[in-house]
């Protein structure tokens, strides 16, 4: 039997079921989006009441996005923030996708709340800074490239410490560093063109109301490969 540890898949909550029935759980889309990248997977469900495993069961953790907001404080995120605060400090490799980023941010003394300028939806350009450049996970990335993003909350201000590597026009801080194992983005790596489509389909009616523009944001949409290639990379660097 190996005894190599798996890459942790921590699920925040449960996609709408027309979204699950499709694609299946969130812990589904990192699997697909992974593939071969990672020895194992575990996956653990805070919000149904599961226990957090140890550090010492799992080589790495993925936080992934969810339909709840951090500043609902509900009782199993705040849970989750107790142990992922935890694991930054202890320096596990982490990796926080939307609501993770965000919750990161929340528990390592940043702010998070509600953008002031609205809900940032699309298939939409990321820059890296200088340092984003020269960033060990990232210098292998264009200067500028595609992601899928989908939030209306984010972070407002990032922790003390945390080094900014890349934004959006809409927000500034797409990208955290917290060490050298422990990255955190905004945007979702893990979806495909299709996943985005169903789920933008999913609120069509909600974001009609919004105001937005359907048929300029179905155009947008396109696969994003640079962005799923940080996430590919985090799991082959400590999960293969």
């Given at each position: 039997m190996s005894l190599r540890l798996p890459l942790l898949i921590v699920q925040m909550g449960s996609p709408p079921d027309a979204l699950r029935e499709q694609f299946g759980d969130q812990s589904?889309?990192?699997?697909?989006?992974?593939?071969?990248?990672?020895?194992?997977?575990?996956?653990?469900?805070?919000?149904?009441?599961e226990a957090l495993p140890d550090v010492s069961e799992f080589a790495a953790a993925?936080?992934?996005?969810?339909?709840?907001?951090?500043?609902?404080?509900?009782?199993?995120?705040e849970r989750t923030g107790r142990w992922t605060k935890g694991l930054i400090e202890a320096g596990k490799p982490l990796l926080g996708v939307c609501y993770g980023h965000q919750l990161m941010a929340d528990v390592m003394g940043g702010v998070t709340d509600y953008h002031p300028a609205g809900r940032e939806l699309g298939?939409?350009?990321?820059?890296?800074?200088?340092?984003?450049?020269?960033?060990?996970?990232?210098?292998?990335l264009p200067p500028v490239f595609s992601a899928h993003l989908t939030?209306?909350?984010?972070?407002?201000?990032?922790?003390?410490?945390?080094?900014?590597?890349?934004s959006s026009t809409h927000d500034p801080h797409q990208i955290l560093r917290y060490g050298p194992d422990v990255l955190s983005v905004q945007f979702h790596p893990e979806f495909s063109e299709d996943l985005f489509n169903a789920c933008v389909l999913k609120r069509e009616s909600a974001l009609v109301a919004e105001g937005i523009d359907l048929e300029a944001l179905k155009s947008s949409i396109h696969e994003t490969?640079?962005?799923?290639?940080?996430?590919?990379?985090?799991?082959?660097?400590?999960?293969?």
């Open positions: 589904d889309w990192f699997r697909t989006a992974v593939g071969d990248a990672a020895h194992r997977i575990r996956v653990a469900h805070p919000d149904l009441g993925v936080i992934t996005g969810s339909w709840a907001m951090v500043t609902d404080r509900a009782d199993w995120s298939t939409l350009p990321i820059t890296l800074n200088a340092q984003g450049r020269e960033d060990p996970w990232l210098g292998q939030h209306a909350q984010t972070v407002l201000v990032p922790p003390p410490g945390t080094q900014l590597l890349a490969p640079y962005a799923r290639q940080i996430l590919l990379q985090f799991a082959r660097r400590y999960a293969s």
